[in-house]
């Protein structure tokens, strides 16, 4: 059995604070594959690196770049923009990137800032919104690209399918072995967020999945190289 790629979720964010360049540069140390990361665009275009909507009370989407760029994490950061980020990842590791906010606009934005990060051919997109992912991969057919669920579909295959992607990025509690067989078949990968037990990163494991995105990525080190539970 293939082992599973570790991706650090959010970056080692059991040591560093979630999508800070703190928890990026410690994926490569915990033993990650790989990082996930999510991004906002703001009103100019520039591409933020946070999962929640906002950072205190400014939302990224309605704000410039020049406002955002004042405001601090709670270890006391700059929050990252997407270009900084991939500077900060060991460049031998895979970039996921999860795509929030993004208009049109600024799809141009995206491809050129990921095509001057150190590995451009390690860089990938994903989401929960199937139409930013679908409207990524019409125009940019050879970035690798993911879709997010939360739900078990009667086909979780054509999800993937509709808008071009690869992968499955599935909640971790609903994947069965029925699910990875369904999409192994469809010659997809599935990923799965967030396991963060020993117990659940390595039933995933036995089951096939193709990637643990997991808040501890030593732990899913361990568990992917083999370890027991």
């Known amino acids: 059995m293939t082992r599973p790629l570790v991706i650090a979720h959010r970056g080692a964010s059991d040591v560093g604070y979630e999508n800070s360049l ?22 100019d275009g520039e591409l933020f690196v946070h999962h929640d909507p906002a950072v205190a009370d400014t939302v990224i989407a309605r704000a410039t770049s020049a406002q955002v760029a004042t405001l601090r994490l709670p270890n006391g950061e700059p929050v990252p ?3 900084d980020a991939l500077a900060a990842v060991d460049p031998r590791l895979r ?30 997109v994903h989401g929960f919104d199937h139409r930013i992912v679908a409207r990524l991969t019409r ?50 990968l599935l990923y799965a ?17 193709d990637g643990l995105c997991s808040n501890h990525p030593a732990l899913a080190r361990r568990i992917a190289d083999g370890a027991a539970a």
């Open 95 to 124: 970039v996921f990137v999860e795509v929030k906010t993004l208009p049109p606009q600024w799809d141009a934005r995206l491809f050129e800032t990921l095509d001057r990060g150190p590995n451009p051919k390690g860089y990938a």
């Open 193 to 209: 967020w967030t396991p963060n037990d020993a117990a659940e990163l390595a039933r995933l494991r036995d089951l096939g999945v």
């Open 22 to 43: 703190a928890a990026f540069r410690a994926a490569g140390p915990a033993g990650a594959d790989g990082v996930e990361l999510v991004i906002h665009a703001t009103t």
């Open 81 to 83: 923009t997407l270009r």
């Open 139 to 188: 125009r940019r057919p050879a970035l690798p690209a993911g879709v997010l669920s939360a739900s078990y579909l009667l086909d979780n295959v054509a999800q993937a399918r509709a808008a071009g992607a690869e992968a499955l990025w599935e909640d971790q509690a609903l994947i069965d072995a029925a699910m990875v067989r369904t999409v192994h078949d469809a010659k997809l």
